[in-house]
């Protein structure tokens, strides 16, 4: 039983410390259109950390490779990168670090779809709800 308290109050203080830090920058959208670079591929680089993505709103265009740069600030909170859009040639569910870590795929249907971290800790928010979460725009 003397675990288990100690377990749920160190929880309690990792959730607090997240939900303090001062650093966190603010909800706004940051747009970036990617542009095709010379190997053919549309590089993209995104940075995440305390429940954001920067950007958050990515432009890309349809039937063009498209290669995310991916890591997070250094933290004690993990995080993960999701697009589930199978139908558009999109499925991506990979762990991040503050490694930047290489993730490609091909869009294949213009649309707009959401990315996001599917993390959660007990019963407080996931970090999705607390704005890690973008969206990736395939236009023609």
């Given at each position: 039983m003397k675990n288990f308290a100690i377990f749920i109050l160190c929880c309690?203080?990792?959730?607090?410390?997240?939900?303090?830090?001062?650093?966190t920058p603010p909800s706004?959208?940051?747009?970036?259109?990617?542009?095709?670079a010379a190997d053919g591929v549309q590089h993209v680089r995104i940075e995440g950390g305390s429940d954001f993505y920067k950007p958050n709103h990515v432009i890309v265009k349809v039937n063009v490779p498209v290669e995310f740069t991916v890591s997070v600030e250094r933290g004690i909170a993990p995080h993960t990168l999701v697009i589930k859009s199978p139908e558009a040639g999109m499925s991506v569910d990979e762990k991040l670090s503050i490694d930047a870590k290489n993730i490609r795929f091909t869009p294949t249907a213009i649309g707009k779809y959401p990315f996001y971290c599917k993390n959660k800790?007990?019963?407080?928010?996931?970090?999705?709800?607390?704005?890690m979460r973008g969206v990736l725009e395939v236009v023609q």
């Open positions: 309690l203080g990792i959730a607090g410390y997240a939900s303090c830090r001062a650093d706004d959208e940051i747009i970036y259109q990617a542009t095709i800790l007990l019963f407080f928010k996931s970090h999705r709800e607390k704005g």
